[in-house]
């Protein structure tokens, strides 16, 4: 019999609690579901008001993987949706997900929680700039750190504070608070960061897309500014070999990183991080920290 819960009023149907969704670490689907509950304060926070797109992996990471933006089949009638333009057509719908049992609803599903960086209001104003930062093999997270410093220092001299997280994959994620402005212009000023770290570590940094370009390189993936794009949440658990959480960090963790294995966090270590250090990235959360686009 699938066990029904009450969250905050709400009736949910929990499945499959005892499944082994990542075989290398025996962690169960219903630890993902208890690990999405506590961390749910700072995640909702950063879920709040944007529309979310899902990488669901019902069956592990070494199962079948796919991306959907369209409310799944089932959704309940009172989860949130938006709609939010599409390239395809006038209008789309998406999730938003904006209360505790909406997001055990989701993570019953089991999926990646990716947002766009602008909210269901104003679906062409973002209000953060992301750049995702992968790392071409030999290069690791260690190579990631030093671009992030550069881009930190120069976002900087643009009077723009950068803050990051690990990707929960092999990368960082660079975000700034912004004063809302246009997808298109942020974009556009992305791209010519992305250029100028190129010019300035061509050794290092590679900023277009090409694979034949990228080893041994860091990507600095600037497109995921686009009002299409989305970007892994802080917090969200990843469909990797192992149950690796997109996690915020320090500058001083950044600083200090010599081996990539210092920036993998798993979901048992995010309580702690929390307990520690706070929300890291909770000003991305405050207009009070956001700067205008230069």
Not at 91 to 98: A, I, L, N, S
Request: with cysteine.
């Amino acid at each position: 019999m699938t066990p029904i819960t009450v969250v905050e009023g709400r009736r949910l149907s929990l499945s499959n609690l005892d499944k082994i969704l990542y075989p290398a670490t025996g962690t169960t689907k219903g630890e993902i579901l208890h690990y999405y509950a506590r961390t749910a304060g700072p995640l909702l926070a950063h879920l709040a008001d944007r529309p979310v797109s899902f990488l669901r992996y019902p069956d592990g990471p070494d199962g079948q993987r796919f991306f959907t933006k369209n409310p799944p089949p089932g959704t309940p009638a009172w989860v949130r949706i938006a709609e939010v333009p599409r390239k395809t057509a006038d209008t789309g719908k998406q999730v938003v997900v904006e209360e505790l049992a909406a997001l055990m609803w989701a993570a019953n599903l089991v999926v990646e929680f990716h947002t766009h960086q602008w909210r269901a209001r104003t679906p062409d104003r973002a209000d953060r700039l992301v750049f995702d930062l992968d790392p071409g093999a030999p290069a690791t997270a260690v190579e990631c750190c030093r671009v992030a410093l550069w881009l930190r220092e120069r976002l900087g001299a643009d009077g723009l504070d950068a803050y990051a997280k690990t990707s929960g994959s092999k990368g960082l994620h660079v975000l700034v608070p912004l004063v809302s402005a246009d997808c298109a212009e942020v974009s556009a000023y992305a791209k010519g960061l992305a250029v100028e770290a190129e010019a300035a570590l061509p050794e290092l940094v590679v900023h277009r897309m090409r694979r034949s370009l990228r080893p041994g390189k860091v990507f600095v993936d600037h497109s995921q500014n686009a009002a299409a794009k989305t970007t892994a949440a802080p917090y969200t658990l990843r469909a990797r070999a192992e149950p690796t959480v997109s996690t915020p960090v320090t500058w001083d963790e950044i600083e200090s990183c010599t081996a990539a294995e210092q920036l993998v966090f798993r979901l048992e270590d995010i309580a702690g991080r929390l307990e520690r250090y706070g929300d890291l990235l909770g000003p991305l959360l405050d207009p009070g920290s956001a700067g205008p686009l230069p």
